[in-house]
């Protein structure tokens, strides 16, 4: 099994940047990617982007595009969402997940909460 811990939410002005993280532990060397997701109130999940966990380019959804990017630190097992330019509908609980070469699901983390005021 594969632990996830996102962290770094918190209440921002719009315009401002937050960056979060998501710390995996416990099976990390079956994680294939890493993806983010979030959800804000009454609305579906959305998938914001993937990174490939060892090596390779992340991938954004379009509209998300410019503003967020995704990257890794392999030696902290560590992958990060730098959010910029933030805007009050970017506000949700964003949400990491990981594939594995073991299982089809994804392993979620628990989620952290992103307010951006206006």
């Known amino acids: 099994q594969v632990q996830l811990v996102e962290s770094g939410g918190g209440l921002v002005q719009a315009g401002g940047s937050l960056r979060l993280s998501c710390a995996a532990s416990g099976r990390t060397g079956s994680i294939s990617a890493m993806n983010w997701f979030r959800q804000a109130p009454g609305k579906e999940r959305e998938f914001v982007g993937r990174?490939?966990?060892?090596?390779?380019?992340?991938y954004y959804t379009d509209s998300l595009k410019g503003r967020f990017t995704i990257s890794r630190d392999n030696a902290k097992n560590t992958v990060y969402l730098q959010m910029n330019s933030l805007k009050p509908e970017d506000t949700a609980v964003y949400y990491c997940?990981?594939?594995?070469?073991?299982?089809?699901?994804?392993?979620w983390g628990q989620g952290t909460q992103v307010t951006v005021s206006s």
């Open positions: 990174i490939p966990w060892r090596s390779g380019s992340a």
């Open positions: 997940a990981c594939s594995t070469v073991y299982a089809t699901n994804l392993n």
